[in-house]
């Protein structure tokens, strides 16, 4: 697209810490996305970051969407490193060029090689070619001339069994094995390196495990992010994962004494040891000497110390291998050992660690930290021949020491061989069976990760300071006042608590997620599969929620948690928020969607396992649920999820949602030139992928689809209530005859409502608005109104609190009084499975009735929670000025 128009003068875009106020420091920079007034930006050239009422900043912009007239929609945004951050906000600035940065990225490329250097550390990245192998993410990181890290590579250990008896089996290392390096950003304030390839068995040519690793470098800044995606593509009756982790190999210098392990414990605690150490000893080495050994620093000359200790160094054990495992949410352990083939000692234990290790000497180190480290349990820490002139540091993602990876079925399929069977089986566990598709093959999972150039051991604080920064990271936001001026991401405002009536509103959704946020923990919801989600729905009598039945465990974004609280964050800013919905988005958009394989592109409906169920459906895998995270981040990797979706209107042709239960199944087969096509879940995946991808990108074929589709929803005889629409698969268009009505409870909650407002907002399409409103305005409707425009009262009309916001949208695009009074007795009044009028009960169960203590609110489902809270949001939004005048 080619912007029109010109830049108009003095936009501001006002920021914000999520966290509230501007950290004390910013070693690694700050990365973030940020919308632009329609119209208002030709281009990243005029932008500025300045701090408020003060000067401006060095800076680098890069398009992330653009508006249908070219104008910048979103940008990302990065400044690099400072010991004095301070408020900032964007603005546009013809008059003054923005100042250059005294720490700029270069990116510089030779034969065999790339080097990114800024001008503080320097990483030399190996390039693979027709006659090179590359098995390292890079070979060598130097900070101040001195090589801190070299090698950094993946490492994995793979196993074909899995003892009953607990006994051991055999393990088979693997490593990286690098096919691409590409650099997607080289500067002046960030580089970017993008990294494709895959784990190559040691002895042997088998590889498995793709995988995508970006390194992340910031101007200033002696701190790498490391964002690392593995696909799991094995065969789950023979692949156990045994290991998965990165390592790298550490030179060191210094005498043994001089050489520091430091491992992060639970709540800013460490276990900071020298590899040898010189205190506790019969005899004193000298203060001096313990008290620079304690902090860190190089130890006074030997001709300083006590020569009763000095003469007998030799005596005194090293300790060159160091481990902690994270083998559960509750605890941690560190062991350390003088060598291979000596025992262990156990050295310290705790609850939860925070994900960091490192090895120094006074002339520097490195070191490794995960971000989630505990959350996403089973983790490893490893320290080994820290004793010797080269050490290595893993972290390891997935623990050797725990028990390897299991992702087989977990049951036989209980005789479900037919359709029939498995429908039957929906009465009673709600679960989707059907033989072959519990397969976790495909499904991806995504860490974050921080490197660490250090040039002297840090002091403590230092790095306490840093492993907060790990785990919580600084992160620039534009302000909720200024995300909702820009109408962006359809309907919704910011919180308003201007009468009784809202504020018990608005108290209703701070109860809601506070209880979802009190229930990740109270349940235990983490590890390396399932951080991130939630469970659908709750078991009164065990006072648990139904992990183990069926359909109703994991929640796969049933009913649009994401989007419940990616509003939520929008409109309130809060940083607990924020982080819960980060963390949904990173687990649905790669473990509940595949990558790979033959339901690419699809994601998985709510089971006991996330890839369990056999409903592999596009209203999983919707963008939707992706976006907002990712214009607020500027996130690469989320970037991938929707570049990946482009062509995912293909699945239709060899996997369709509706096979089970559609009532022409006996004459049903896929065309490509007339796909089975539902208008509600279907569609409005589709449509939030094309729509995302045309912002994005550009891309005239998605542009084309999604607007072509929306005409032919406009030209259908009955529009969105057809329910399905014929789909022509090379053309990107709906046949627009088909005369009939269907109408699902499903369509508009798995992110219809949010697409269509944001469409008819964004484009103007013949009939397409039209459509929309006739749906949100019969869908709640009498049944003598629903017969007099469809020719019969509508079935299948549920969720009627959830479909509340159908009807305001109508009243507030039509000015009809009635509907807006039909939208909040439907919110207030009907609503499904929630406690009528809010009438919510947290109650507290003690032992020994649960395992341990734990909140339950009985009226609650996430189902229920995900659309109260949406509903809630958008009527405020649409209609909150008629909400005084409804009786109550």
């Known amino acids: 697209m080619t912007p029109t128009g010109h830049t108009t003068d003095h936009t501001t875009v006002p920021l914000r810490w999520l966290d509230g106020a501007a950290p004390d420091a910013l070693p690694g920079g700050v990365t973030w996305g940020a919308p632009l007034p329609r119209g208002a930006v030709a281009g990243v050239d005029a932008l500025q970051v300045r701090i408020v009422d003060g000067a401006p900043v060095p800076a680098q912009f890069w398009p992330l969407a653009t508006w249908p007239d070219g104008s910048l929609k979103w940008v990302g945004a990065a400044i690099g490193a400072t010991d004095e951050p301070a408020e900032y906000e964007i603005v546009t600035d013809a008059a003054s060029a923005a100042p250059e940065s005294h720490a700029q990225i270069g990116v510089s490329r030779g034969g065999s090689s790339l080097v990114v250097d800024n001008g503080l550390i320097e990483l030399e990245i190996d390039l693979p070619g027709p006659h090179a192998t590359v098995d390292t993410l890079f070979r060598s990181l130097t900070r101040g001339g001195t090589v801190v890290a070299e090698n950094v590579r993946l490492v994995s250990l793979l196993q074909s069994t899995v003892p009953e008896d607990g006994g051991a089996a055999v393990r088979m290392p693997y490593r990286s094995r690098i096919s691409v390096v590409e650099v997607e950003q080289e500067g002046p304030i960030r580089a970017v390196v993008r990294i494709e390839g895959s784990h190559r068995a040691e002895s042997g040519d088998r590889e498995w495990l793709p995988f995508v690793v970006r390194l992340v470098v910031i101007a200033g800044s002696a701190e790498i992010r490391l964002v690392h995606t593995v696909i799991w593509d094995g065969d789950a009756e023979v692949d156990f994962l045994a290991g998965l982790g990165v390592r790298a190999d550490v030179p060191l210098r210094a005498a043994l004494h001089d050489r520091h392990v430091r491992v992060a414990g639970a709540d800013g605690g460490f276990h900071s040891e020298a590899v040898r150490g010189l205190t506790g000893l019969r005899r004193d080495p000298g203060v001096d000497v313990r008290a620079a050994q304690i902090a860190g620093r190089q130890t006074p000359p030997l001709a300083e110390w006590n020569t009763e200790v000095s003469h007998r160094l030799d005596l005194i054990p090293s300790w060159g291998d160091v481990t902690l495992t994270q083998l559960s949410a509750d605890g941690f352990s560190i062991r350390k050992r003088t060598a291979p083939g000596h025992g262990w000692v156990d050295a310290g234990a705790g609850t939860r660690a925070e994900g960091f290790v490192s090895l120094s000497d006074p002339q520097g180190g490195f070191g490794i930290g995960v971000r989630s480290f505990w959350q996403s349990h089973p983790g490893q820490l490893d320290v080994r021949g820290a004793a010797g002139e080269r050490a290595e540091l893993t972290a390891w993602l997935h623990a050797p020491q725990a028990q390897p990876m299991d992702v087989r079925f977990y049951h036989d399929g209980l005789g479900q061989d037919t359709f029939a069977s498995q429908l039957d089986a929906l009465e009673i566990t709600y679960e989707d069976y059907e033989p072959g598709f519990g397969d976790a093959h495909g499904v991806a999972r995504t860490h974050e990760l921080t490197l660490f150039a250090f040039d002297a051991t840090p002091p403590i604080e230092k790095l306490a300071s840093a492993v907060d920064r790990l785990q919580r990271p600084p992160l620039l936001q534009p302000t909720p006042t200024h995300l909702h001026s820009v109408r962006v991401f359809g309907d919704w405002a910011p919180v308003e608590r201007s009468s009784p009536v809202r504020a018990e509103i608005e108290d209703s959704i701070d109860f809601l997620l506070e209880f979802y946020l009190g229930q990740i923990d109270q349940r235990r919801w983490y590890g390396f599969w399932n951080y991130g989600d939630v469970m659908h729905a709750y078991d009164h009598d065990r006072h648990v929620w139904r992990y183990d039945v069926g359909g109703y465990a994991w929640d796969n974004s049933e009913l649009s948690p994401d989007l419940w609280l990616w509003y939520s964050y929008l409109r309130t800013g809060r940083a607990d928020v924020f982080r819960l919905a980060e963390a949904m988005t990173r687990h649905t958009g790669e473990v509940d969607v595949y990558h790979l394989g033959r339901w690419k592109g699809l994601g998985s409906r709510h089971n006991v396992q996330h890839w ?190 959830a479909h509340s916001r159908l009807a305001a949208y109508a009243a507030k695009s039509t000015g009809d009084a009635g509907l807006g009074a039909l939208a909040w007795r439907a919110f207030e009044g009907v609503g499904e499975w929630l406690v009528h009028r809010r009438d919510f009960t947290l109650r507290r169960i003690e032992a020994p009735h649960v395992l341990n203590p734990v909140d339950e609110v009985p009226s609650v489902s996430t189902n229920d929670a995900a659309q109260y809270g949406l509903a809630a949001i958008q009527n405020l939004a649409l209609i909150g000025d008629r909400l005084e005048t409804q009786s109550r």
């Open 612 to 801: 369990g169920c056999s409903a592999k459906q596009l209203r999983i895998s919707s963008p939707i649920y992706r976006r907002i995270f990712y214009y607020l981040t500027a996130d690469e990797r989320v970037g991938d999820l929707l570049t990946e979706l482009r062509d995912s209107d293909e699945r239709f042709l060899d996997t369709d949602p509706t096979r089970k239960v559609r009532t022409d199944a006996a004459t049903y087969r896929p065309d490509r030139a007339a796909l089975a096509v539902g208008l509600g879940t279907d569609w409005g995946a589709l449509a939030a992928t094309w729509l995302a991808d045309w912002e994005r990108t550009g891309n005239e074929r998605s542009r084309d689809r999604l607007l072509g589709t929306m005409a032919d929803i406009g030209a259908l005889p009955h529009g969105f209530l057809t329910g399905e629409a014929l789909y022509d698969l090379d053309s990107g268009r709906f046949e627009t005859t088909r005369d009939r009505v269907a109408v699902s409870h499903l369509s508009a909650v798995f992110g219809l409502v949010e697409v269509c407002s944001e469409l008819i907002d964004l484009v103007d399409v013949p009939g397409f608005a039209d459509a929309w409103n006739h749906y949100c305005r019969l869908y709640l409707a009498s049944a003598a109104e629903q017969t007099a425009a469809a020719g019969a009262p509508l079935q299948g009309i549920h969720l009627e609190q």
